[in-house]
């Protein structure tokens, strides 16, 4: 029975009492209709989930840094910093359930930020077929070398001549879809010419498959088939 319908029986039990002459009780059911809808005027309880200890988000995936969740406040105690698409950061203010402050925005309500996945590497060995499609971006290690990402087409996953260029580990690639800033322009690089910066240089290349590669250390480059280079500004890798 909704809340019309048990509006509409009390109204109708109490005009009978109170036209048969029985007042008393006609107040009685007045009272009682009063004190139901007091019942479901109360506020409800709401869980507190929200603490200083978690790691929270928009529900559509703004980082918030929590400033507090003890505020002296009735309603929003919860106190934070959203961070915006331009870079800046806006005071918020939640239930303690982590509801915004306008419900009409459930976009900013706060959610547990998801969790990550730890890191996990595969090791590959030497002389198995490449164990991505080519295009798929990796993260690799060599035998006795450093990492860094390209496509997975790119590498000799078999055996070679020197074991160092076999790759041993692989892992997908967590490169942000923005590419780093890089710095100076492309130069040419002539096959036979030795590397033209020293080996712990962050350079990007190009082979000759047109396939550019970012932040890779000058000493893990094939120089011999590269035909453009350029400094890197991107991390290592």
């Known amino acids: 029975m909704d809340i019309v319908e048990i509006m509409r029986d009390h109204f109708k039990r109490a005009l009978a009492l109170g036209q048969d002459g029985k ?4 107040r009685a ?11 479901l005027a109360a506020p409800v309880a709401e869980p507190v989930t ?4 978690g790691k929270y988000q928009t529900r559509d995936g703004r980082p918030v840094r929590l400033l507090c969740v003890d505020r002296k406040h009735p309603d929003w105690p919860v106190v934070g910093l959203v961070l915006m698409t331009d870079g800046t950061e806006v005071v918020s203010q939640w239930r ?9 925005q459930e976009c900013l309500d706060l959610v547990p930020m998801p969790v990550k996945p730890p890191r996990a590497w595969y090791e590959h060995q030497p002389g198995n077929p490449c164990p991505v499609a080519p295009d798929v971006r990796v993260e690799v290690r060599r035998a006795g070398g450093s990492g860094y990402c390209m496509a997975a087409g790119q590498f000799c996953w078999g055996i070679t001549k020197d074991p160092r260029c076999n790759i041993r580990w692989w892992s997908p690639a967590e490169e942000p879809e923005a590419a780093p800033p890089v710095e100076g322009p492309w130069k040419g690089h002539a096959a036979t010419s030795p590397p033209p910066v020293a080996p712990d240089t962050l350079v990007d290349v190009q082979f000759d498959d047109a396939v ?5 250390r000058s000493g893990d480059v094939r120089w011999g088939r590269v035909t453009i280079w350029r400094r890197s500004a991107g991390p290592a890798r």
Do not use: N
């Not at 059911?29 to 019942?39: F, G, I, Q, R, W």
């Not at 303690?96 to 009409?104: H, K, N």
């Not at 550019?212 to 890779?216: E, F, P, Q």
């Open 23 to 26: 007042v008393p009780a006609a």
């Open 29 to 39: 059911t007045v009272m009682e209709l009063a004190d139901h809808l007091a019942t």
């Open 50 to 53: 929200i603490t200083m200890d």
């Open 96 to 104: 303690p359930c982590g509801r915004f402050a306008y419900t009409s």
């Open 212 to 216: 550019s590669v970012r932040a890779i």
